[in-house]
C-alpha cells in the first residue's frame, strides 16, 4: 500500500492546531524576515536524539545538521560531495552562527559498528563503513583496550568522537578565523538516552561535566 505514514499525518494535524496555531506570529515573521539563527548543531540521525527536542527549541532557534554518529570532517575542498561541509559553510559563511555544538548521545549505533572489527557492510556500497573511518585510529586504540567494559569503550568512544570533530572543525579556515577573532565559539556535548542527561565538554581539558541546573 503506497500510503503517507498514519501516525505523521496525525503528529501534523496536532502540530497545526497546538504549536504552529501558538506560534503563528512568529512563523509569520521567520518566512518574511528570514531565518537568523544563533547555533548550529551537529547531531546523529537517530531518532532518540532529536536536538529540537532535547534543547526545547522553537522554529528559527536551531540550525541543525544531522548525520550518521554526529560526525565532522575534515575540510576537504576536492569537488566531491560533503554535505555536512555544505551546511557549515552556510551556517557560519551566511547566517554567521556564533555557536557550533557538536552532541553525540549514548548507545550510538553508528559508534559501536566502528568499535566491531566484525561488523559487516550493510550493503556493497558500505557508506557507513567508509564515513565511520573518520574514527579509524581512535576506534582502534579504544577497541583494543581490554580493562574497559564494551559498555565502557562505546562511551568513552562517543566522546572521542566528539572532540575529533571538533578538532576537524578547526581544519574549516573561516571556523578557525572565527574562533580566533572570538565571534564563534565551539562547544561539545554529550545527551544520555537513558536518563535524559546532558554532559557538556570542556573547551580547555577535553572532559565531559554535567551544568548545574
Ligand atoms: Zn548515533
Given at each position: 500500500?503506497?500510503?503517507?505514514?498514519?501516525?505523521?499525518?496525525?503528529?501534523?494535524?496536532?502540530?497545526?492546531?497546538?504549536?504552529?496555531?501558538?506560534?503563528?506570529?512568529?512563523?509569520?515573521?521567520?518566512?518574511?524576515t528570514g531565518q537568523s539563527p544563533?547555533?548550529?548543531?551537529?547531531?546523529?540521525?537517530?531518532?532518540?536524539?532529536?536536538?529540537?527536542?532535547?534543547?526545547?527549541?522553537?522554529?528559527?532557534?536551531?540550525?541543525?545538521?544531522?548525520?550518521?554518529?554526529?560526525?565532522?570532517?575534515?575540510?576537504?575542498?576536492?569537488?566531491?560531495?560533503?554535505?555536512?561541509?555544505?551546511?557549515?559553510?552556510?551556517?557560519?559563511?551566511?547566517?554567521?552562527?556564533?555557536?557550533?555544538?557538536?552532541?553525540?548521545?549514548?548507545?550510538?549505533?553508528?559508534?559501536?559498528?566502528?568499535?566491531?572489527?566484525?561488523?559487516?557492510?550493510?550493503?556493497?556500497?558500505?557508506?557507513?563503513?567508509?564515513?565511520?573511518?573518520?574514527?579509524?585510529?581512535?576506534?582502534?586504540q579504544i577497541a583494543s583496550n581490554?580493562?574497559?567494559?564494551?559498555?565502557?569503550?562505546?562511551?568513552?568512544?562517543?566522546?572521542?568522537?566528539?572532540?575529533?570533530?571538533?578538532?576537524?572543525?578547526?581544519?574549516?579556515?573561516?571556523?578557525?578565523?572565527?574562533?580566533?577573532?572570538?565571534?564563534?565559539?565551539?562547544?561539545?556535548?554529550?545527551?544520555?538516552?537513558?536518563?535524559?542527561?546532558?554532559w557538556i565538554m570542556n573547551g580547555?581539558?577535553?572532559?565531559?561535566?554535567?551544568?548545574?541546573?
Amino acid at each position: 500500500m503506497h500510503r503517507f505514514p498514519a501516525n505523521l499525518l496525525d503528529g501534523y494535524r496536532n502540530f497545526m492546531t497546538g504549536r504552529y496555531s501558538e506560534q503563528q506570529q512568529r512563523y509569520k515573521v521567520l518566512a518574511e524576515t528570514g531565518q537568523s539563527p544563533q547555533t548550529l548543531i551537529v547531531a546523529c540521525c537517530d531518532s532518540r536524539a532529536a536536538p529540537e527536542t532535547i534543547f526545547d527549541c522553537g522554529p528559527g532557534e536551531l540550525f541543525v545538521v544531522r548525520n550518521v554518529a554526529n560526525m565532522v570532517p575534515p575540510y576537504e575542498p576536492d569537488g566531491q560531495y560533503h554535505s555536512t561541509s555544505a551546511a557549515l559553510e552556510f551556517a557560519v559563511q551566511a547566517l554567521q552562527v556564533s555557536n557550533i555544538v557538536v552532541m553525540g548521545h549514548g548507545r550510538c549505533g553508528g559508534i559501536k559498528a566502528a568499535l566491531d572489527p566484525e561488523a559487516e557492510p550493510l550493503s556493497e556500497g558500505d557508506f557507513i563503513g567508509r564515513w565511520m573511518s573518520l574514527l579509524k585510529p581512535a576506534a582502534e586504540q579504544i577497541a583494543s583496550n581490554s580493562i574497559l567494559t564494551a559498555a565502557e569503550r562505546q562511551r568513552a568512544l562517543e566522546r572521542v568522537s566528539i572532540r575529533n570533530s571538533i578538532a576537524n572543525l578547526r581544519t574549516f579556515p573561516y571556523i578557525r578565523d572565527r574562533e580566533q577573532a572570538g565571534t564563534l565559539s565551539v562547544h561539545g556535548a554529550w545527551f544520555d538516552i537513558s536518563t535524559g542527561e546532558l554532559w557538556i565538554m570542556n573547551g580547555e581539558t577535553g572532559d565531559f561535566t554535567r551544568p548545574g541546573m
